[in-house]
């Protein structure tokens, strides 16, 4: 029973960081590294804003300040496509390249002024409610709401606004995109401001609850890429499903088996689709 | 004897019929021609022996030896060789280095056992070619003409027995096509079996002893180059239902 | 016309800077005793490796390795437990471990190198994430967060030490430069030109993939194991992402696919790096930063700048090998 909630829990999370990674890769062709990192901005921002910024100061400020970071890492987001990815972004090499650089650059910086230790955010909603005798932290439940309230309002964008359906376009069929005068530039840098925003919300969310530290953004990488392979890329519904996926079989693995082995379990996934599954599990050719 | 010998070929993309049923066998020394429209499966017949597609079912036989699951390498070490419609050509090396990669294959090592003998074969070819003057030219400074004579080149260094051009005319001028084709008329006279696709009907047709026309995947007609175009399915296939001669003019 | 001499390379062909290069850090215990600028060299000698060895795979395949880390820290690991727990001398750990990586090699370049280009680069990263997280559970044997400490060095003396490290170094990119100018280069670079060209050339590509991915990690593994022995201590820092994604940025701001380019570049960034010392606290920041700036300016890299490229005299001065014609 435990088990059912933590792995939902988890899977929400999951949910909101693998989203934006997988529509990034589906609609721009950008396997963006750094998006771990965004995951990570958002957590640290939202102490930055909460603490320095207007120094303690009750619910409101507290919300305030995660939705500013969420904004922020958004906006460093287009940034790094506008000026870091676009110039060469035919070469997949170097997109890779150049978003683990800058992972690595933030993580260092983050490592400097916050040190290894990491820092910790009040929560949302404090304290723990009780769900069929089980102790969940009410942190953790705020995931659903937001997840479901975000994704929805996701899906609802996509399908049914005029930005959602030239964004849809560019994912299936790009050349006809362009030649139906969408703007694949402004596609691509409103996409990964959009897929930023995902993962920081996840990171604030979590922030509270969870270990804010400087290396963070690389298992929240991983993850997603493990995700993204698992659910189908150009899916979100799939990737939706693969997030739970995942996340349950991290909460399996670490009741019944052993906690040390739960960060495996993403890696595992990743090795086993790839070399024995190489046409992944909803369909695509990976390889 | 037959030296290719492909019967029944059937190669589906999903619902779509790529080739239905093809069978085609090629004599030692003959050089022959297929034609067909654009998107009737030419060059699918091509990846589909050559190993770069697998086939759904039918047989496909190379001097005795069962093709359909091999790879392409271990194809053309059996001694047949292509060449690329759209132009594939080692960018960023030298034409002498480009060259120097099919030597390295296991069949043309074998065949020529020290690196002097394989030079002299490279110098050779691209003197046959009309490369010589290129042998140190960048890949990336040569026109089109010239990249479709090394890509010729590329294949014969493997010492093939048959060889498979796919659209070699196509983008050149009359006076390159002129020189290809004479170049493909004397590797013939030298033994080589040749299998040609072309859209250039005209050319072509100077060129070969047999035409196999496909049309959706299936073979309509096999002959000599003038009774197949006055073949009505054949003239069907080109012009569509209409009562024309199409001559060798 | 004869492409090259069928014996080994001349030494007129080889970079003048780079032989420049070797001969003046081979000289350099005779002029100054200063231990602190001999360490130094020897990390910029190590990290040299590094670069070199996986420059042979992704430089001339283009096929991306993210996970160097696995063969860097795999076989520090493996010959500092062997030295460690088995008292087994490095003379003898290194090179056991060293063929161990070449095993796991072959083993892993035949699972992945059929995948495509992005994927293929993300399961190396996996790869090194399994081993780095594996180290964390079995911490009785590799020492955790902490590592393995008090490994034996070469010799009794840093100075002969570092001539070791030096010599291996050499070695290594005279083996590399030679392996890249023979049929296994010229090969390979037909590969990242088009495979498929390749292969209708009777070439079975993925041996030589396969081939280039096993020396790449061999050699790696050779200089993770050297690093170990020359630090005394290996940690979970040599199976980190951090320090493939370092050893990329250092092959590929030095010139991917030259060898000469990943050597320079990694010999003068590693030696910026230790002279950043002075600002500590902040090294690391400027460090990451100054190369992930680099890597924005020249994205093909140093030693494939445009004016280095379109001058032949700077062109040979860097790289050697004047062709003919």
Known sequence: ?287 | ?249 | MRLQKKSAFLIQKESPVVLLLLVAGSLFPFVSDNFFYIEILKTAAIYAIFAMSWDILTGYTHEVNFGFAFFIGGTGYLSGILNSFFSVSPYLAIPIAVLAAGIFGIFIGYLTLRLKGPYFAMVTMVFASILFTLSFIFTEITGGEEGISGLDTFTDDPVKDFFLIWAVMAASYFVLRLYARSKHGIILKAIRADEDATKSAGINTAYYKIEAFALSGTLGGLGGGIFAHSQMHIGPTMLSGEISIIVVLLAMIGGMGTIVGPLLGAVGLSILNEYLRFVEEYRLVIYTGFLTLLIYLAPDGLINLKFIKDSKRLSFIFLGERKSK
């Not at chain 1, 771990?36 to 919300?63: D, H, N, P, S, V």
């Not at chain 1, 993850?223 to 150009?234: Q, R, T």
């Not at chain 2, 429209?37 to 060059?43: D, E, I, L, R, V």
């Not at chain 2, 009309?130 to 990336?140: A, P, Q, R, T, Y």
């Open chain 2, 1 to 249: 004897m037959n030296l290719l010998d492909i019967e029944n070929l059937t190669k589906k993309f999903g619902g779509l019929e790529a080739l239905l049923r093809f069978s085609l066998s090629v004599r030692e020394g003959e050089i022959v021609g297929i034609i067909g429209p654009n998107g009737a499966g030419k060059t699918t017949l091509f990846n589909c022996i050559t190993g770069f597609l697998p086939f759904d079912s039918g047989y496909a036989f190379f001097d005795g030896n069962d093709i359909q699951d091999k790879k392409p390498y271990q194809i053309v070490n059996l001694g047949l060789a292509r060449t690329w419609q759209l132009v594939k050509a080692f960018f960023g090396m030298r034409v002498m280095e480009a060259m120097m990669v099919p030597s390295f294959s296991k069949r043309a090592l074998s065949i020529h056992s020290s690196e002097k003998a394989r030079q002299e074969k490279i110098e050779k070819l691209l003197r046959e070619m009309g490369l010589e003057k290129n042998i140190w030219s960048e890949v990336d400074n040569l026109n089109q003409g010239e990249l479709r004579l090394l890509d010729i080149s590329r294949a014969l260094v493997t010492c093939p027995k048959v060889l498979l051009l796919d659209e070699p005319f196509s983008g050149l001028s009359h006076k390159e096509i002129e020189n290809i084709s004479r170049v493909i008329q004397n590797l013939n006279n030298e033994g080589l079996t040749i299998v040609i696709i072309e859209h250039r009907l005209k050319e072509l047709m100077k060129l070969v002893q047999k035409v196999v026309v496909i049309n959706f995947g299936k073979k309509i007609a096999e002959g000599i180059p003038e009774e197949i175009v006055q073949e009505p399915p054949v003239i069907e296939a080109y012009l569509g239902k209409r009562r024309t001669k199409v001559g060798l003019a």
């Open chain 1, 1 to 287: 029973m435990d088990i059912l909630i933590f792995g939902a829990v988890r899977g929400a999370l999951y949910s909101l960081i693998a989203v934006g990674y997988v529509l990034i890769y589906s609609v721009g062709g950008i396997l963006n590294l750094a998006h771990g990192t965004y995951y990570m901005l958002g957590a640290y921002l939202t102490y930055i804003f909460y603490e320095l910024l207007f120094g303690t100061g009750g619910k409101f400020i507290l919300i305030l300040s995660s939705m500013l970071s969420v904004l922020t890492v958004g906006v460093i987001a287009c940034i790094v496509y506008y000026v870091l990815l676009r110039p060469k972004i035919e070469s997949l090499t170097y997109v890779l390249v150049i978003t683990l650089a800058l992972a690595l650059f933030v993580s260092e910086v983050m490592s400097l002024f916050f040190g290894v230790a990491g820092t910790s955010v009040p929560s949302f909603v404090e304290g723990s409610i009780s769900i069929a005798g089980i102790k969940v932290i009410s942190q953790h439940l705020l995931l659903f709401p937001v997840a479901l309230v975000i994704l929805t309002s996701l899906w609802y964008l996509l399908k049914r606004t005029k930005m959602g359906q030239g964004i849809d376009a560019v994912a299936q069929q790009r050349d006809g995109a362009v030649l139906m005068g969408i703007n694949i530039d402004t596609v691509n840098l409103i996409i990964s401001g959009l897929s930023a925003c995902l993962a920081a919300l996840a990171g604030t969310l979590i922030a509270p609850v969870s270990s804010v530290v400087p290396h963070m953004w690389v298992f929240p990488l991983i993850k997603a890429f493990a995700i993204a392979i698992l659910g189908g890329i150009g899916s979100l519904g799939g990737s939706i499903i693969a997030s739970f996926i995942l996340g349950y079989a991290e909460v399996f693995t670490s009741f019944l088996i052993s906690d040390q082995l739960t960060e495996m379990v993403s890696l595992v996934i990743i090795v086993l689709v790839l070399l024995f599954k190489p046409y992944g599990i909803m369909g695509y050719k990976l390889g």
